[in-house]
Nanobody, 114 residues
Framework: QVQLVESGGGLVQAGGSLRLSCAASGINFSVKTMGWYRQPPGKERELVARVSATYTTNYADSVKGRFTISRDNAKKAVYLQMNSLKPEDTAVYYC????????WGKGTPVTVSP
């Protein structure tokens, strides 16, 4: 059974940093393109960063240059280093596969104060 567990969120002031972690199980992790998604209050969930099986990364324009996604296939983990945080980054953050994501975890909330 697929299980995704996100952690590392919290309250931070604008300009600060957080590192999110995601532990995956029940999937063939090393061949999957993994992504970090976020859902701001009252808005739809959006994909903000992805890392392919060959470690190619892509970012939404809103986070490019500030966020870095990485993966550790041995640990079946994916990470999101978030720097220079802005209040508009406030959201619940989730990890999942990029192709046909399902079995969403609970996410980890990030709140950025002005």
């Amino acid at each position: 059974q697929v299980q995704l567990v996100e952690s590392g969120g919290g309250l931070v002031q604008a300009g600060g940093s957080l590192r999110l972690s995601c532990a995956a199980s029940g999937i063939n992790f090393s061949v999957k393109t993994m992504g970090w998604y976020r859902q701001p209050p009252g808005k739809e969930r959006e994909l903000v960063a992805r890392v392919s099986a060959t470690y190619t990364t892509n970012y939404a324009d809103s986070v490019k240059g500030r966020f870095t996604i990485s993966r550790d296939n041995a640990k079946k983990a994916v990470y999101l280093q978030m720097n220079s945080l802005k209040p508009e980054d406030t959201a619940v953050y989730y990890c999942n596969t990029v192709i046909s994501p399902n079995n969403w975890g609970k996410g980890t909330p990030v709140t950025v104060s002005p």
